[in-house]
């Protein structure tokens, strides 16, 4: 049995050797390596040549194309895929084709900060993969839907991916993209959870932030394209559908606990409870991976940095499925800036037809349990649908026309606010209030459907980099 | 979140049921290993 190992680089003449030390260092021979250096500038290449490589220079922007630009090259029948920011252990590729052999079509390692990594962001981190490790991959595991392959490290039949026509590249999730790739094709994952593999992790706020962000629209755009399948799939929906179930669930939760925290206190004795009952089994299954002190100084970072977690998670919910506005650029360990498209025409139509009809619906309940003229509904009516065509257009409207909304929206609702009758006996207010208001809707409603020079250009600039979704 | 972790009922949900999966599992593990 031939095995080969593929590795897509970026300009990681910094980390490279130790990646291909680890590789050449491995229990199992390693017959073939094939580097990958896209768009290289530094010692990549050469440092691969070095240790004996066979390399492909090329010009992909992105790692799945990059792999796929490898693939042609690749002769062994067992190919493992590793990340040049990351090393393996000795025995990991031993094991990768002990899980290959027993039955799996595809197999991962489990994966860690780089030992000597320290922070804020590494702890949290570091206590994460440890408690993925024993609980929740080894829960996927078992259902037998992973819902990634760590795309650190893992492997599979070279002929496996062949078969599906090779890595697909099209969203910013590519590790996740294959996988639910290999389950629609009906291949088979399992989580090699002796396996360890240590990576490069953020170290930083902003670059955690990024790749969080990235990581969560890529979740969602992997659902978009694979919802047929993930739907068909009760242990797909499980572990997909929990996520999602806790992920929507976690507004409503906390804003009944805030108010009943408020109202009584003393109910932060249950939350302290909680927190005691996690950090309890949490500490007790991520020691079997990290050390007493990692795991004392990591929980604190875990749970602060979950919060922030779920908060990005929402917020990429609503951006990529509600408004409609997709990430769609690389921002990995060498922080590359965030680019997001522009949303859809149909889609703003759709939102302002929403927010339209939420604002009619509203202001016929305000007007009946009111007993109020007309006049003055339709100054609720128009004040409702203004504030919420310029809270959207915040997301993709030039900032002038945006500000030149509000400020109309703003005047209409504080006579609104004021209840009209301080200034009943000026017929000219009314008059000028809907006019603003009018002016607001419209503005707002002109900006989301014409197509301005600033989007048209992201639009462009991002032609082809990302495949459309909806 | 991206595979690693989550928590609430959904999360609870998961664990008893791989809990009762990988159980199973291994109690088929161990009867066909008695049997041999």
Redo the contacts between chains.
């Keep these: 049995m031939k095995i080969s190992v593929l590795i897509p680089a970026h300009n990681e003449a910094d980390v490279l050797r130790e990646c291909l030390d680890a590789v050449l260092d491995q229990t199992l021979p390693v017959v073939e390596i094939v580097v990958v250096a896209d768009s290289c500038t530094d010692g990549t290449t050469e440092i691969a040549r070095e240790y004996g490589a066979v390399v492909i220079e090329t010009e992909q922007g992105g790692k799945a194309a990059s792999q796929d630009a490898g693939l042609p090259y690749v002769t062994g029948d067992i190919l493992v895929c590793i990340d040049a920011d990351t090393i393996i252990d000795a025995d990991v590729v031993e094991k990768f084709v002990a899980e290959l052999e027993n039955g799996a079509d595809a197999t991962c390692a489990n994966m860690l900060p780089m030992p000597r990594q320290t922070g804020f962001w590494v702890a949290n981190r570091r206590y994460?993969?440890a408690?993925?490790r024993f609980?929740?991959?080894?829960?996927?595991a078992?259902?037998g839907r992973?819902?990634?392959l760590s795309g650190c490290a893992y492997a599979l039949r070279t002929e496996t991916v062949r078969s599906i026509d090779g890595f697909p590249g099209k969203l910013i999730?590519c590790d996740?993209d294959l996988t639910w790739s290999l389950y629609e094709a009906g291949y088979k994952t399992t989580f090699c959870h002796d396996a360890l593999a240590y990576t490069y992790d953020p170290e930083t706020f902003k670059v955690y932030t990024k790749q969080?962000r990235r990581?969560?629209s890529?979740?969602f755009q992997n659902f978009q394209r694979h919802k047929l399948a993930v739907v068909k799939s009760p242990a797909a929906m499980?572990?997909v559908?929990?996520?999602?179930?806790?992920?929507l669930?976690?507004p409503v939760?906390y804003a009944f606990a805030i108010t009943w925290m408020i109202r009584d206190p003393w109910t932060l004795k249950w939350l302290a409870t909680s927190i005691a009952i996690?950090w309890v089994i949490s500490f007790v299954i991520v020691t079997r991976t990290i050390t007493w002190r990692q795991a004392i100084v990591g929980f604190p970072c875990y749970w602060v940095a979950?919060w922030w977690?779920?908060g990005i998670?929402l917020w990429t919910f609503i951006r990529e499925w509600i408004l409609g506005r997709h990430y769609v650029s690389w921002t990995g360990r060498q922080g590359k800036a965030t680019v997001i498209a522009p949303m859809s025409r149909p889609r703003k139509i759709a939102l302002i037809g929403v927010a339209a009809a939420i604002a009619l619906a509203g202001a016929s309940w305000h007007a009946r349990a009111a007993e109020i003229p007309l006049p003055e509904t339709a100054i609720l009516l128009l004040a409702i649908t203004a504030a919420a065509a310029v809270a959207l257009s915040f997301f993709c409207m030039p900032r002038y026309l945006t500000l030149s909304a509000s400020l109309c929206t703003a005047g209409g609702g504080g006579l609104e606010l004021n209840q009209v009758p301080a200034v009943a006996g000026s017929q000219l207010f009314w008059y000028l209030a809907l006019i603003a208001l009018a002016m607001g809707v419209v503005g707002a409603a002109l900006a989301y459907l014409g197509e301005d020079a600033q989007i048209e250009h992201q639009r462009s600039a991002f032609a082809g980099s990302a495949a459309p979704l909806f | 979140?991206?595979?690693?972790?989550?928590?609430?009922?959904?999360?609870i949900?998961?664990?008893l049921?791989?809990?009762a999966?990988?159980g199973i599992?291994y109690l088929v593990k161990v009867i066909a290993h008695a049997q041999h």
């Design positions: 994460a993969y408690l993925g609980w929740w991959r080894w829960c996927q078992q259902v992973l819902m990634v999730t996740m969080m990581w969560a890529g979740f499980l572990v559908g929990s996520l999602l179930l806790d992920l669930m976690m939760t996690h979950n977690n779920k998670y | 979140m991206y595979g690693h972790s989550h928590s609430g009922i959904g999360a949900v998961l664990t049921v791989a809990g999966k990988g599992g």
